[in-house]
């Protein structure tokens, strides 16, 4: 194997989930045309995967009222690099229907290891959700899309607190009995710690090591990055992160943002890393969401500055 294929074999994979997790909380509107010229930016900043918007109902969460729009906007030829792929997040069938419709790439879908989160998110119990979910994904399939499918609460939930391995591997199972190879586990509530993590993820690994995990922390316990450098540890090379560390449920009980992208990325490059991303185009779009909403970001490079120096070899192994 060529040391260029050696290194996309393990390359870290960027989602970047902002325009969608992390605007859902927010109660002020952004005009469509501020979120295409944020997205325009996050295009060009050489991440991987960018999380458009969910497709559920604008009455339940008003920032997501046009996804729809975002999607056949950015599908339009010309609007967006050949390598970067498009991702929303639907619910169910109507929004599996919408997001076919209108140019998406690549559907997130998932299910609550919480039967609390899961009434509260869907409406349905673990069993009806994860019925729902593995025929959407199938269709999905069927259509030549890619889809990833998750498990939500996986680490614990604001409401029943611990939640159990057993029950976040019952629905994993399910997932590979099914014939579904890209599986994410979402720390929801932001529950989780570095050896559950660790000890999760090698959980998956050892039922089928060709799966292409992904992972999506919350920093709601102050967490978020040392969870991501455990998963990465244990194989997981897609990481879902949020520009200027927005974000949140709004349907768990405490929400807390995301994990920074830009501040997993300047890891990442402090580490020899993801050099490709341009970290100064990341921090430019997380100072123009913080000028917008009027306040301090949770995320940190963006107010520090990223530190100009080559890697310390000593941290690349």
């Known amino acids: 194997m060529t040391d260029n294929a050696d290194k996309e074999m393990n390359k870290i994979i960027i989602h970047e989930v902002g325009m969608r997790d992390g605007l859902q909380m927010e109660q002020q509107n952004v005009p469509f045309e501020v979120k295409t010229k944020w997205i325009e930016e996050l295009l060009v900043s050489g991440v991987d995967i960018i999380q458009l918007g969910s497709f559920v109902s604008p009455t339940r969460v008003p920032q997501m009222a046009d996804t729809d729009r975002l999607f056949t906007y950015f599908a339009a030829p010309g609007k967006k690099p050949a390598n970067v792929v498009l991702a929303g997040l639907v619910l169910n069938e109507k929004g599996l229907e919408r997001g076919m419709a209108c140019g998406t790439d690549m559907f997130c879908m998932g299910v609550s290891a919480s039967e609390t989160h899961s009434k509260k998110n869907t409406g349905m119990s673990i069993a009806e959700a994860t019925e729902s979910i593995i025929k959407m994904a199938k269709k999905a399939l069927q259509a030549k899309k890619r889809v990833q499918v998750s498990v939500q609460s996986a680490f614990g939930c604001g409401y029943e607190g611990r939640i159990s391995q057993e029950s976040v591997m019952k629905i994993v199972v399910q997932f590979l009995d099914a014939g579904l190879r890209n599986i994410s586990l979402a720390d929801t509530a932001g529950h989780a710690v570095p050896d559950q993590v660790t ?119």
């Open 199 to 317: 000890r999760m993820f090698e959980s998956i690994f050892k039922l089928d090591p060709t799966v292409e995990c992904t992972c999506h922390f919350h920093d709601t316990y102050g967490l978020g990055l040392a969870n991501s450098m455990a998963a990465m540890r244990a194989g997981v090379k897609y990481f879902e992160s949020s520009v200027a560390g927005l974000g949140g449920c709004p349907f768990t009980k405490i929400a807390g943002g995301n994990v920074c992208t830009e501040d997993f990325v300047h890891y990442l490059q402090r580490t020899g890393r993801r050099k490709d991303i341009d970290l100064a185009k990341l921090i430019d779009v997380a100072v123009e969401i913080s000028n917008f909403f009027g306040r301090q970001m949770p995320g940190m490079v963006y107010r520090t500055g990223a530190i100009p120096f080559e890697p310390d070899e000593a941290l690349l192994n």
